[in-house]
T-cell receptor, first 114, second 110 residues
Framework: ETGVTQTPRHLVMGMTNKKSLKCEQH?????MYWYKQSAKKPLELMFV???????ENNSVPSRFSPECPNSSHLFLHLHTLQPEDSALYLC?????????????FGPGTRLTVL | QKEVEQDPGPLSVPEGAIVSLNCTYS??????FMWYRQYSRKGPELLMY????GNKEDGRFTAQVDKSSKYISLFIRDSQPSDSATYLC??????????FGKGTKLTVNP
């Protein structure tokens, strides 16, 4: 295991539901990331947090709302999603976000939007 | 033009074959080059990390970067069924964020 855990591992939700994805890192890192991985597409960086402050938001629709209550935990709150949001959502962490530190990934949450 | 181009495959080879995986990139500011390996139902894990041009070897794996042609490669010698995974190239440089290719799905058949 990489030291980054994600729950739930699988999630099926309707377009009107509200759900949250959780990520926890046990590595003492300062930076945490949310990525979206869709079939036949490169990993897309969604959000970056450094020391609980959001430092990057890559034009992600407002139906995705991140939260970082402390440097070990990261959430992604989901509401009124669309079927095209179905994907694998990966959390990652690294020592710092401004350097080229290795990013360690969690196993991901497989999200299906009906 | 996409920043990193990678043929998604799939690629199927017999056990013991030499595997060549490749990516091209467009931004000459990229200086750091990585290969991640992603097994089914797992997140990507860093496999190889190279700075600037040149080769780096780690066991059966060799990463190669040619900055003049903006071409990065990963070679796997004596491939094993346990090497079956999706391989993602990634690059980064200066203040640029990490940029990934689409990933190539590799199957090594016993």
């Amino acid at each position: 295991e990489t030291g980054v855990t994600q729950t739930p591992r699988h999630l099926v939700m309707g377009m009107t539901n509200k759900k949250s994805l959780k990520c926890e890192q046990h590595l003492g890192h300062n930076a945490m990331y949310w990525y979206k991985q869709s079939a036949k597409k490169p990993l897309e960086l969604m959000f970056v947090y450094s020391l609980e402050e959001r430092v990057e938001n890559n034009s992600v629709p407002s139906r995705f709302s991140p939260e970082c209550p402390n440097s070990s935990h990261l959430f992604l709150h989901l509401h009124t999603l669309q079927p095209e949001d179905s994907a694998l959502y990966l959390c990652a962490s690294s020592q710092d976000w401004t350097s080229t530190d290795t990013q360690y990934f969690g196993p991901g949450t497989r999200l299906t939007v009906l | 033009q996409k920043e990193v181009e990678q043929d998604p495959g799939p690629l199927s080879v017999p056990e013991g074959a030499i595997v060549s995986l490749n990516c091209t990139y467009s931004n000459s500011a990229f200086q750091y080059f990585m290969w991640y390996r992603q097994y089914s139902r797992k997140g990507p894990e860093l496999l190889m990390y190279t700075y600037s041009s040149g080769n780096k070897e780690d066991g059966r794996f060799t990463a190669q970067v040619d900055k003049s042609s903006k071409y990065i490669s990963l070679f796997i010698r004596d491939s094993q069924p346990s090497d079956s995974a999706t391989y993602l190239c990634a690059t980064q440089g200066g203040s640029e964020k990490l940029v990934f290719g689409k990933g190539t799905k590799l199957t090594v058949n016993p």
